[in-house]
């Protein structure tokens, strides 16, 4: 047998025990006559003795290895006198008898411990190494605990796995596509899919009725913290559907997830607000509500008193910070820089201190009288240690991001943002359309083929932007980690609704003749959402970027670094492509 335990599994009541572990040496310490290594694999790290009094021989072949050897030995489980509680299988050691070495290993880039001493770059160009750090590994194992806990929920429910291609054509999710020269039909392109969204459908004319599928999914957009280039849906679909049952049954899902992975019983429902709400209130459509912070819109308090930054905005609004009046003039400087870059573009911050007298302060105090602050004051429900921060701007729209941004980081100075803390929502009626003013035209929020609200439907015509969709969102702590929406069934419905998109009846054919066809023979109502996988996992262990729970992610430049990908191709697979290359400035 090559190893008896591995080891992260032997114990105290295993003493006396001979066993036989393999794995990669950690740590090497010399103490006196004696060497200890710490010896480590997927389970653990458990501790080898080696005595110089006792088998020299032995002894001296230890102190020759070196980090990250792999290494197999025999020896007797032995009770440690001085015990590490800190991990499972601190409280015993092996006295070696018998060493093997299996493999050497180059001096490793960096330390393969918890904290290590290297950097992103290194890591991700070593990636294979990086993933022996304990850290590392237990987010994939968290990865892989949270697909078997939603196949097996799904399942339950009678949901059915179906695979669905990889090599498609376009499908419009609002990215730019990935997309894949065809050798056997010249001159043309796959995409890969941004979603399997499309199929999910036809699987719904087909009957299926309740799909999933954890499926890859790819976007060439610009990377940020919660973004790769390739990422992972929990996909689904269901047949027969209202917006109601598709949040029932999404919601037991996380809450599923939230017991088995987590071990957190949330047994209230999910908080339910509308897109329009969490615009006017949080200036987000992904609001963070583990703190309260609500927007208070301040017009009528703060216009018409001859300060001109307000009395010629269009929004002004505020929200309030409890307890946070200690704030110095230097915090208070730093936070008007911070909503004054160019991400945010605020042009400046006012505030107003509640003071222990109850009197308010303010930056702009030569404007308003103390009558004039105590209604702002209310309008808050302030009390005396708080503190008021106020922005405004030409765009109620615009502001609102700007006051979202500067909520956020206040509240990440407050450290309101407790990353074992989970607040979860829906945020339910989307507008169907927003306006682009580039293409001067209007783009589909969601995507083509959701459903306007059945209400709305009048007003396809006459107000598109003001048409709801039975759409809705699934955010937690501020990370929206699934979305989906009730779809348009009913081929009339989805062709007007391709020619508000700005679609002639010849490209909408073109594109999505088969779905239109489909549409003609049975298609079932239906709706269904998609999770990000890795901004689900990502949030259950507490990371900051996605990155950390994939196994070989990409930079921020969509690159991988460790095999060097994308690359050049040969001139002759070029050849073969018929593809020729452009210099590109
Ligand atoms: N395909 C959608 C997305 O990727 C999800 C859905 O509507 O089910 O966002």
Redesign the pocket.
């Known amino acids: 047998m090559f190893r008896t335990h591995t080891c992260g599994e032997l114990r105290i009541s295993d003493v006396n025990k001979t066993v036989t572990l393999a794995g990669w040496i950690q740590k090497i310490r010399k103490m006196g006559g004696m060497t200890f290594i710490d010896l480590r694999d997927r389970y653990g790290v458990t501790q080898l003795v080696f005595n110089e009094e006792v088998n020299s021989e032995l002894c001296e072949a230890a102190n020759k290895l070196g980090r990250e050897y792999v290494i197999q030995i025999t020896g007797e489980v032995n009770e440690r006198s001085s015990k590490n509680l800190h991990i499972p299988t601190g409280e015993v050691e092996i006295i070696v008898s018998v060493l093997e070495v299996l493999n050497t290993s180059d001096i490793p880039p960096f330390t393969i411990e918890d904290n290590t001493d290297g950097g992103d770059d290194i890591r991700m160009k070593y990636r294979y190494l990086d993933l022996r750090r304990h850290a590392v590994r237990s987010n994939l194992e968290l990865r892989h605990k949270m697909t078997i806990e939603v196949c097996s929920y799904l399942d339950k429910l009678n949901f059915l796995e179906v695979e669905t291609p990889v090599l498609i054509g376009s499908t419009p ?1 609002g990215a730019r596509d990935f997309v894949v020269p065809s050798r056997m039909n010249p001159n043309q392109f796959y995409a890969l899919p ?4 499309l199929f ?1 459908q036809l699987l719904m004319v087909s009957g299926f009725d309740r799909y999933f599928q954890i499926a890859k ?1 790819f976007r060439d957009e610009d990377l940020r913290a919660d973004r790769q280039p390739e990422f992972t ?1 929990i ?3 269901m047949s027969f559907v209202e917006q109601e049952d598709i949040l029932t049954i999404f919601e037991g899902m996380t809450k599923h997830l939230f017991r088995s992975l987590l071990d957190l019983d949330i047994t209230e429902p999910f908080q339910r607000i509308t897109w329009h709400e969490a615009m006017q209130l949080y200036g987000s459509d992904k609001p963070d509500l583990r703190f309260d912070m609500k927007f208070v819109e301040l017009m009528d308090i703060m216009k018409g008193h001859g300060f001109g930054v307000f009395d010629s905005a269009g929004y002004i609004g505020g929200i309030c910070a409890k307890g946070a009046a200690s704030y110095t003039r230097k915090q208070l400087d730093q936070l008007t820089d911070y909503v004054k870059r160019p991400q945010i573009g605020a042009k400046g911050l006012v505030y107003a201190r509640v003071e222990e007298d109850e009197n308010v302060k303010s930056s702009v105090d030569k404007f308003y009288t103390q009558e004039v602050l105590q209604q702002l004051k209310e309008a808050f429900g302030a009390e005396a240690g708080d503190l008021i921060l106020i922005l405004s701007g030409d765009d109620p729209m615009k502001t609102r991001k700007q006051l979202c941004e500067l909520r956020l980081e206040v509240a990440r100075q407050l450290g309101l943002c407790n990353k074992n803390q989970f607040v979860c929502a829906w945020v339910v009626d989307f507008p169907l359309f927003e306006w682009d003013e580039e293409a001067q035209r209007y783009a589909a929020v ?2 083509p ?2 459903s306007p609200k059945p209400e709305d439907i009048p007003l396809l015509d006459s107000d598109p932007g003001a048409v709801r969709a039975n759409a809705y969102d699934m955010v937690i702590n501020g990370v929206e980690v699934g ?3 009730i779809r348009i069934h009913n081929s009339e419905l989805q062709n007007k609704m391709f020619s508000l998109l700005g679609f002639t009846p010849e490209r909408a054919r073109e594109q999505f003749g088969f779905l239109l066809n489909a549409f003609k023979y049975g298609a079932p109502p239906h709706g ?3 999770y990000g996988l890795d901004r689900m996992v990502s949030l259950f262990a507490g990371l900051d970027t996605i990155r950390d729970c994939i196994a070989f992610p990409k930079n921020n430049s969509g690159r991988d670094v460790m095999i060097d990908a994308p690359s050049f191709i040969e001139q002759s697979q070029l050849d073969e492509l018929g593809i020729a290359l452009v210099e590109k400035a």
């Open positions: 999710e941004q979603s399997p969204q999910k999914c849906q996909d689904c679909e969601h995507h083929f959701t979305g989906g929406s269904g959402i998609a």
